[in-house]
């Protein structure tokens, strides 16, 4: 089935929303979307590295002389260092390999210089594009070594395995609903720019930093080994079951740590460069899951609406950097209540949760097409 959606133009007041929005379709498509496959990138792409060119022989801005974009490992304008009168590759994915943004994926297309310290992807058994460059950057950071300075190398990249659709018609359609959402951010950038906006701080006049133990609860969930049964009345929410959206499903015929309406449950512990450490799963409906251990549950406060928490805290990169990428992750209470970030009104809360659940449900309905 060749999956497509029309990127609709949601006015929400905040950029995050695009950003995390990001983040949330590409934790989705690969369960809800058939045909899709697990590929190393070595599978998929030549691996290499661009070279070292001093900031000096670059220009500001781009001119007849000047017209490729140099791109080095800042995050800056997305990575735009200048321009330069040459180019070293056409429409390919770059990397940041050393330093503090190491593990940054972007695609770059057209014609482009890139710095030694960015990594390459060129096109060889599937064509670059913005929708691998986007499942890429949701998990590279995941395998950065922080022995000293961090660095992602060719050799890790190139064992890094992915989820990518198995038809190059649907690679492309996710590619161009990836494309559309940046340009969404472009755009909202430049009207935050005109209207006297800071965009480095783009929450900071109508959002509230907050902990995550000021706008809800926490509770542990408890073990389940020994009440498992095939016909048992109710699901447990283990980590397996939140990672694969629930379609990998136990059952138990006790509800030892009963989940309510609208709770969330969080995963706490996965091995390294896991995919399942701090994925979320929202209840729905009383009597019918019980938590796990090693599962968090989540309750929000008065304040806080359900959904709009849920999406928040998918795969946050705050929780991400706990994986080293040596040992098992264990997250804390401590580690998962002092989670800080933006909160919105309510009502606005309401607005954006109920934009990512009207999706889900969108994604949902192609699954059954």
Request: charged share 20%; glycine share 4%.
């Amino acid at each position: 089935m060749i999956f497509s959606i029309k990127p609709q133009i949601f006015e929400l007041k905040c950029v995050f929303s695009y950003f995390r929005l990001k983040t949330h379709i590409t934790l989705l498509l690969p369960v809800y979307v058939h045909s899709w496959e697990q590929r190393k990138v070595s599978e998929l792409f030549k691996v290499t590295r661009g070279y070292v060119l001093a900031a000096t022989l670059t220009e500001p801005a781009k001119t007849d002389e000047m017209p490729y974009p140099v791109y080095s490992s800042q995050t800056k304008d997305n990575g735009l260092m200048g321009y330069y009168k040459d180019y070293l590759y056409e429409d390919a994915i770059t990397w940041t390999t050393d330093g503090a943004n190491a593990g940054t994926v972007n695609y770059r297309a057209g014609k482009f210089y890139c710095t030694n310290v960015c990594g390459v992807l060129l096109s060889n058994e599937v064509t670059a594009n913005q929708m691998i460059a986007e499942a890429l950057n949701n998990v590279a950071k995941g395998y950065v070594s922080y022995v000293g300075n961090p660095k992602l190398m060719n050799n890790v990249m190139a064992d890094i395995e992915i989820m990518i659709p198995t038809h190059a018609e649907e690679r492309e359609k996710l590619s161009v609903f990836f494309r559309n959402l940046d340009n969404l951010i472009t755009l909202h950038q430049r009207k935050c720019q005109i209207d006297g906006c800071r965009f480095q701080s783009p929450l900071a006049i109508t959002w509230e930093q907050r902990k995550l133990g000021e706008v809800a609860k926490y509770r542990n969930g408890k073990a389940h080994e020994n009440c498992i049964d095939e016909s048992g009345k109710y699901i447990v929410v283990n980590s397996k079951f939140v990672s694969t959206n629930g379609t990998v499903i136990k059952h138990s015929n006790m509800q030892n740590e009963p989940l309510a309406q609208n709770e969330i449950a969080f995963v706490l512990s996965d091995v390294p460069n896991g995919r399942a450490i701090a994925r979320t799963f929202l209840v729905e409906e009383n009597d019918k899951y019980t938590l796990n251990q090693r599962i968090a549950g989540i309750t929000s406060s008065e304040n806080t609406y359900p959904y709009f928490l849920h999406i928040l805290m998918n795969r946050h990169p705050y929780f991400l950097a706990f994986d080293d990428g040596v040992k098992q992750t264990n997250l804390s209470v401590s580690d998962v209540l002092n989670f800080e970030t933006y909160y919105p009104e309510y009502e606005e809360q309401k607005q954006i949760g109920e934009y990512f659940r009207n999706l889900d449900r969108l994604i949902t309905l192609h699954q059954c097409e």
